[in-house]
């Protein structure tokens, strides 16, 4: 679609620097009326006077939808039961917000009748392929356009100067050295000092977090229910979905929870280094795991954490609206079943320590584990059961002995080897 053929397009709009200049520039390059879209994600005070700024900017009119409570239900939650992390220890906050924008910026679009869609992620990015897949399985007729694949923008004062030129109005926040993402679950910190992995994050850098060691001088103690691997619960006390999250992140924040430093590797191929803090989410993560672990059986459990490792790629490459991870779903929620109970955490100085775990469904019986119970598990069967499973092993020895050798695990003898 020709650049004079777009008449209207529906823009993810943050209100920061970058997305603010190119309404501008979507008018001035395409000729075309432009409509912003904002998910509002929990980023609070980010969302004071938006609307009155994209006018200004040169937008016909903006959007904001409230999709907290969907973000949590249809996003965190199926990536929590499954146990998702990205390499290690990125718990994905950016990573399944962006698939839950364009989906509403597809929606706004059709509703507006757009012929395309825009969004400020650059060509280095990973968020760049998380919009545009998410438009191509909803609605690959809408023209997607990528400024910064485009423009001759191509520093920070390049867009202040732009924005000076066409009266786009810029906070003074916004010259903030580090490029932030903030959502209910999470808040990112890129760029500045951090592009040297070497630099250790400055102090007032963290906004969600106090630092571990300006943490309380007491600990505190606080108690998770879940009903299916979904947290519905604090200290007995049944809470929303968006309130829950809003009270750990406040009690996690305060102990020094749920910090990161991570360097990743991204999808377009480049390393990249990302500090995160994640209070809630890292705090929810530790206790679906203390109740997974006395709820699901071994097999269940060890296939389960293989499949958590592929279903973090995919949401991390944007690869949500996909057969694969609906299946991975599937299997995953046969898992939840009977993930229901409690968990207590002690939360002391950035630690995170699990101070007991229950459940109806618990597979843990003191009886089965204790060593006076023979009616319940009879140790003389373990006799049996070694040699079994030692059989392939005992086969291998007996052979290389037969031929005249040894085990090949055995040391070899070091003695012919002394010096006269």
Not at 207 to 224: F, G, M
């Amino acid at each position: 679609m020709p650049a004079g053929e777009v008449k209207k397009v529906v823009l993810a709009y943050s209100g920061g620097l970058d997305t603010s200049v190119i309404v501008p520039w979507l008018r001035n390059n395409y000729g075309c009326e432009v409509v912003c879209f904002c998910a509002d994600l929990g980023q609070q005070e980010e969302l004071d006077g938006l609307e009155e700024k994209a006018l200004k900017s040169g937008a016909s009119k903006l959007y904001i939808r409230d999709v907290r409570e969907e973000f949590l239900r249809d996003f965190v939650f199926p990536t929590m039961q499954a146990g998702a992390v990205y390499e290690r220890e990125y718990l994905l906050g950016t990573s399944f917000a962006r698939p839950l924008i364009a989906k509403h910026m597809v929606d706004i679009a059709e509703m507006e009748g757009a012929d395309a869609v825009a969004h400020g992620a650059t060509g280095k990015g990973n968020d760049q392929v998380r919009f545009e897949l998410t438009v191509m399985a909803l609605n690959p007729k809408l023209k997607i356009i990528a400024p910064w694949r485009e423009w001759e923008i191509r520093s920070r004062e390049d867009a202040l100067a732009y924005a000076q030129e066409f009266n786009v109005p810029v906070a003074a926040t916004e010259k903030s050295i580090y490029s932030r993402d903030r959502n209910l679950f999470h808040l990112s910190h890129e760029g500045g000092p951090l592009e040297n992995p070497w630099n250790e994050p400055e102090k007032d850098m963290f906004q969600l977090s106090v630092d571990p060691a300006d943490a309380p001088d007491e600990p505190v103690y606080v108690t998770v229910g879940f009903e299916k691997g979904v947290p519905v619960s604090i200290d007995g006390e049944l809470v929303p979905p968006v309130e829950l999250f809003e009270r750990l992140n406040m009690l996690a924040g305060a102990h020094g929870i749920g910090r990161a430093d991570i360097v990743e590797n991204r999808l377009v191929g480049m390393k990249s280094r990302g500090v995160y803090e994640t209070p809630a989410g890292t705090l929810l993560r530790r206790a679906h795991q203390a109740l997974e672990s006395i709820c699901l059986d071994k097999y269940t459990m060890h296939f389960k954490d293989f499949i958590a490792v592929k279903y973090a790629e995919m949401v991390y490459n944007g690869l949500w609206y996909t057969q694969l991870r609906e299946a991975l779903d599937a299997f995953i929620q046969v898992t939840q079943r009977n993930v229901t109970g409690a968990v207590r955490l002690k939360l002391y100085k950035g630690n995170l320590i699990i101070a007991g775990r229950k459940s109806e469904y618990s597979l843990y019986r003191e009886d089965y584990a204790s060593f006076g119970r023979e009616d319940v598990y009879n140790q003389k069967d373990a006799e049996g059961f070694i040699h079994l499973f030692g059989l392939p092993l005992k086969v291998e020895a007996l052979l290389a002995i037969d031929g005249g050798g040894q085990s090949r695990y055995r040391s070899p003898d070091y003695s012919k080897f002394k010096r006269d």
